[in-house]
């Protein structure tokens, strides 16, 4: 993204009608328009075969502001990966071994917080949460509350190197360990469907944080709907069919009332 300048375009009475909904806080005073990015580029995959010295796993938190009586803004995920991660990541995507995308809400201190998580050196490290901090977007979804910070983060000194650190511990090592490309392609296709659905529905020119929150909450919809619809086939059968369609133990908990 670019800085912006020249033209401002006076919010208020939009952000108080949208704060009203409930889809952002209420921010008075006249705020910047934003360019939306309509095609970002698609980082290319890596391949890192053993644990390279002086890299290590990183993470970018953006813990966004959740009243947890109301449904998280999942949009907003969407929103951030897409305007402000994307095209930092396909900066620097040379210098990147390994990164995914992490989403969670839940009633606990964490909140809400959308994660970028990463394998790289600490000078990389600070590249890319330099240009966050420089994200026009970045800063205006802070101002506006929607962000309550953005913090980067290293994982403890000790199993930094370790490719398999950011896995679910209780895993075999070995899925552990070869997870991360598993995600990895995973947040790289999520990335490409975002897109593919903005080229559907294509934003405008100049928008306010507001229309852009709303326009990412409709490509939010979508891909929903996507999943929803295509989800079994197209992501979970071909997930059985690479594992040459083994049985697979699923373990259901199932509540009744008598």
Known sequence: MTARSGRFWCAGALVRMVAAAGLLPVVGGCTPEISIQRDTPAPAPAYTTFEESGKGWWRVDFQLAWDQQQQPSWHLDALIADQIMAPIVARAEARISLWRFHRRAAPDDHGHRFSFIFYADAETAGIINNEVEKSPIAVQLQEAGVVQHVRLAALNEEAAQDIGATSDQSWPEAIQRGWPWFIMGVSQSWLRL??????????????????????????????????????????????????????????????KRF
């Not at 996507?226 to 069919?241: D, I, K, T």
């Open 194 to 255: 975002l897109d593919e659905v903005k080229a559907k529905r294509p934003p405008p020119d100049r928008a306010s944080l507001s229309d852009v929150s709303e326009y990412y909450r409709a490509i939010h919809e979508d891909v929903s709907v996507l999943w929803r619809e295509h989800g079994q086939h197209a992501y979970l059968h071909h997930l059985n069919a690479v594992f040459g369609y083994q049985l697979l133990i699923i373990r259901e908990t199932n509540l």
